[in-house]
Every structure is written in C-alpha cells, then in structure tokens.
C-alpha cells in the first residue's frame, strides 16, 4: 500500500505559476500509475494529467495541455504538476493519486491510492 501527500498549492494571479509536489511513501511510484485529478467546488472530480514511472510518457487533459507539464524524480519517489499561464478556471483542489491500470488511466476509478489533495486559487 502507498501513502500520498501533495503540497505546494497556494493562491497566485491569473497567468501566474505553481508547482505541486506528491511525495510517495510504504511502496515506490514504479508499483503504479501516478497522476493528478482536481476536483472544483460543485463539480466532479476530473483528470489533469498522467505519467508512466518506467519510461516517463506523459498524458494530459485537454483543458491543461500545453500549460500544465507533470514530471517525476524517481530518487525522490516523489511526482510533480508544474502549472504555467494559471487561468481562474484552474481553481480546485488537486489530487495526487496510484492507479492500478494503464488503460483505466483517465478514469478516476482506475485509482486505488489518493492524497488528501492541496488546494490551488487561482484569482482574476
């Protein structure tokens, strides 16, 4: 079983930047599918982005593509969601999470493992 914890949220300006961190413990990232979900206030929670720990292929959201740019530091077995050009609509708490199936990896039920999540604010 792993444990997740994220930091790094806070509150910054439209346009502006932040890094979010997710530090594994009990089992290494290797075991999983990390990624990050965000869950704004009334509304569901909804993939941000994914990376396989093994070759470091990464996947994205849409709505964050081009912007947002997840990474990891196998040394550290911790993941990383590095967000640029914050827009209001990012606003949310965000979620580090282990998922079980590559293919599920979109879905939040293809995550067994979450963190408690930070949150981010993004102002206009």
């Known amino acids: 079983q792993v444990q997740l914890v994220e930091s790094g949220g806070g509150l910054v300006q439209a346009g502006g930047s932040l890094r979010l961190s997710c530090a594994a413990s009990?089992?290494?990232?290797?075991?999983?599918?990390p990624g990050w979900f965000r869950q704004a206030p009334g509304k569901e929670r909804e993939f941000v982005a994914a990376?396989?720990?093994?070759?470091?292929?990464?996947y994205y959201a849409d709505s964050v593509k081009g912007r947002f740019t997840i990474s990891r530091d196998n040394a550290k077995n911790t993941m990383y969601l590095h967000m640029n050009s914050l827009k209001p609509e990012d606003t949310a708490i965000y979620h580090c999470?282990?998922?079980?199936?590559?293919?599920?990896?979109?879905?939040?039920?293809?995550?067994?493992?979450w963190g408690q999540g930070t949150q981010v604010t993004v102002s206009s």
């Open positions: 999470a282990a998922g079980v199936s590559a293919q599920a990896m979109r879905e939040r039920l293809g995550y067994a493992y």
């Open positions: 009990g089992r290494t990232f290797s075991s999983y599918v």
């Open positions: 990376i396989y720990w093994s070759d470091g292929s990464t």
